[in-house]
Structures are given as C-alpha cells and as structure tokens.
C-alpha cells in the first residue's frame, strides 16, 4: 500500500510538472474594420497569437510598415475588401525572427487612406511578462446577468464583448518598461488601471456590478485613461511607471485589473464592470 500511494504521489507530481511546462493556449485576436479605421487600433498579442482582421465596409489594404507606401519589404499585405474579408497573420517565432522589428512593434496602415490616419500597431510581447486570471469565460466564478465572454477577457459588457487586459514590457523596479493594455471597454469611456496585493477568492474572483473583481488586497490606483478607437494603456508619456505608482518592491508579486462604468450595462443599468485579471512578479 505504502509503495502504490508513492507511486500515485509521483505520477500526480509528473502531471503537475508537465502541466506548468505547457505553453498557454495561442490565442486569435480580431480587429475590424470600421469605417475609416481599425478597431482596437493598438492590440498587445503574444508570441505564437493570431491578429486576424476583419472587414466591414469599403476597400481597404492592411499593410505593414509607416510610410504608406507598398515597397516589397513588408511583413504582411493584404487587401481588406468585399472579396478578401478576412486576412490573419500569426506572430510565431519563426515569422518574428523572419520580420524583426525594434520592440516588437508592427505598424500598419491601409494604403488607400493612409494619408487620412488609417493606421494601427500589434504590440508582441517577447517575453510575456506575466499570466492572465479571473476571466469572465465560465473558467472562474459566474459572471452576473447569466453571462459569459469569451476566453481571456472580463464579463460581458453592454458592447457585446469583454475587456481584454494584456502587459508588456519588464517589470523591473530599477528599470521599469511594464505597461498594460485594455481593448474591449465601451469607446470613449474612463478606465482606471489598478493594483492588488492579492487575488480575490483564491483567483476566481468575486462578483461586483456587472464584472468580477479580481484584484484585492492592499489596492493602488495606477492612474485614469479614457479609451478611444477600442484601446487604451497605461503608462503614457509623463506618467510615472508602474513600479513607482504600486510602490512595489523586487520578489513581490502583484496583481492588475482594470475598471469601468458600463452605461448603460449588459444587465440595464448603469454599472461597473472589470477587466480579467494579470498577475506578474517585479524584479
């Protein structure tokens, strides 16, 4: 008996290693387009996630670079039109060491309407510094109103999806690139980034307006960013870094979010509703 329970502690001991070495599931990111521009403008993806793009209206292109112009050199070109509505591209390792670029930061533009700011970026993060919790995909506890998203993002909100936060960057105290990143809020609205000392309800998080609280403990308000084109991020330029803002210290780990009022909600009225949760450990 003692050797079959150590036979079984060491296999659940194997499951678990093999567990933790997997690599998080690739993830497809969609950005439309609308009107004259693209929707998120800017998106954070990791290596290995698909940006797919997807059109609504018009005749447009999706090219890669700065300069408006259709040289030969581009990472991805594409039409975007009635007869190619659909255009992905997947950011794997061997497409970024085929099209390296400074940071990890893809510019694009649509060809036709450059000159009038049709533009947007995919952000890889390379390394990824951090990993995501408390979705509102069913994975965690319920979201409110009977709902749920789709995988890696807050509850459901009154535009039908959730909020997607991601990060980017080092979480280094002494010399701190982090910034975060959310899509998915209702547009034009105020989003505050936030810091928790804590995970919420052992990570599940617990219900709070519309969304699920995931961050809690020991709070710090990171700063307000109102999101336009279906993005928004924090720091910008003059605002103090993460690290200083969260007061944090190398080894302690933390936890983000971001929050928002939905009006009108998923549910009817006005209420508050979250983003998933990242957690990640500064160094």
């Known amino acids: 008996m003692r050797h079959a329970r150590a036979a079984l502690q060491a296999l659940l001991t194997l499951s678990a290693l093999v567990t933790a070495a997997l690599p998080a599931a690739a993830e497809v990111v969609v950005v439309r387009q609308f009107g004259f521009y693209y929707s998120p403008r800017e998106v954070v993806v990791n290596v290995g996630d698909t940006v797919r793009w997807e059109w609504t209206s018009g005749s447009h292109t999706v090219t890669e670079g700065t300069d408006g112009l259709v040289n030969g050199n581009e990472a991805f070109h ?52 951090g990993t995501l919790f408390c979705a509102g995909d069913g994975s965690g506890a319920a979201c ?49 980034f936030f810091q928790g000392s804590a995970r919420e309800n052992g990570g599940a998080g617990v219900v709070f307006g519309e969304g699920l609280r995931c961050a809690g403990g020991t709070l710090a308000r990171l700063g307000q960013k109102t999101q336009s084109f279906n993005w928004a991020s924090y720091p ?40 998933n949760g990242y957690t990640l450990t500064w160094h």
């Open 78 to 129: 594409s039409l975007l039109s009635p007869g190619v509505q659909v255009f992905e591209v997947t950011f794997s390792p061997t497409f970024l060491a085929t099209f390296p670029r400074p940071g990890g930061r893809y510019d694009y533009f649509c060809q036709p309407h450059f000159v009038g700011g049709m533009t947007g970026v995919v952000h890889v993060a390379d390394p990824v510094p």
């Open 144 to 192: 409110p109103c009977g709902a749920s998203g789709p995988s890696g993002m807050g509850c459901p909100n009154s535009v039908g999806v959730g909020a997607r936060l991601r990060a980017k960057g080092d979480p280094s105290v002494s010399a701190d690139t982090l910034s975060l990143w959310i899509t998915g809020a209702p547009e034009g609205y105020t989003v505050l």
């Open 236 to 275: 910008s330029a003059g605002d103090p870094p993460i690290s200083q803002r969260g007061f944090v210290a190398p080894g302690q780990t933390r936890h983000y979010q971001a929050w928002y009022l939905d009006s009108p909600g998923l549910c009817g009225p006005p209420a508050p509703n979250f983003s």
